[in-house]
């Protein structure tokens, strides 16, 4: 059973930044792509970024673009989410997922979520 364990959430101003980490118990995590969502209250999970297995390639949700950045330690099992210039509208628990096929088809695992809270 592969697990992920998120870190990093907090509270934060408005144009402040969080760093979010995903530990992830799989020896072959380089062969993931690697994903975080989030989900507001009363609104339904979505999509904020991915990371390819093997070329690293990103992709990012609209809405994150140019502020939020994913990248990957293979040699840590380790995913990250640098959140530049948080928004209100950024408040959410951010969840880190795995999947072991390639970016737009269904994730496997899931973590427990992390809890961002970005005050104005």
Request: glycine share 10%.
């Given at each position: 059973?592969?697990?992920?364990?998120?870190?990093?959430?907090?509270?934060?101003?408005?144009?402040?930044?969080?760093?979010?980490?995903?530990?992830?118990s799989?020896?072959?995590?380089?062969?993931?792509?690697?994903?975080?969502?989030?989900?507001?209250?009363?609104?339904?999970?979505?999509?904020?970024?991915?990371?390819?297995?093997?070329?690293?390639?990103?992709y990012?949700?609209?809405?994150?673009?140019?502020?939020?950045t994913?990248?990957?330690?293979?040699?840590?099992?380790?995913?990250?989410?640098?959140?530049?210039?948080?928004?209100p509208?950024?408040?959410?628990?951010?969840?880190?997922?795995?999947?072991?096929?390639?970016?737009?088809?269904?994730?496997?695992?899931?973590?427990?979520?992390?809890?961002?809270?970005?005050?104005?």
């Amino acid at each position: 059973q592969v697990q992920l364990v998120e870190s990093g959430g907090g509270l934060v101003q408005a144009g402040g930044s969080l760093r979010l980490s995903c530990a992830v118990s799989e020896r072959t995590f380089s062969s993931y792509t690697m994903g975080w969502f989030r989900q507001a209250p009363g609104k339904e999970r979505e999509f904020v970024a991915a990371i390819s297995r093997f070329r690293s390639n990103r992709y990012y949700a609209d809405s994150v673009k140019g502020r939020f950045t994913i990248s990957r330690d293979n040699a840590k099992n380790t995913v990250y989410l640098q959140m530049n210039s948080l928004k209100p509208e950024d408040t959410a628990v951010y969840y880190c997922a795995a999947n072991s096929g390639v970016h737009g088809t269904p994730y496997d695992y899931w973590g427990q979520g992390t809890q961002v809270t970005v005050a104005s």
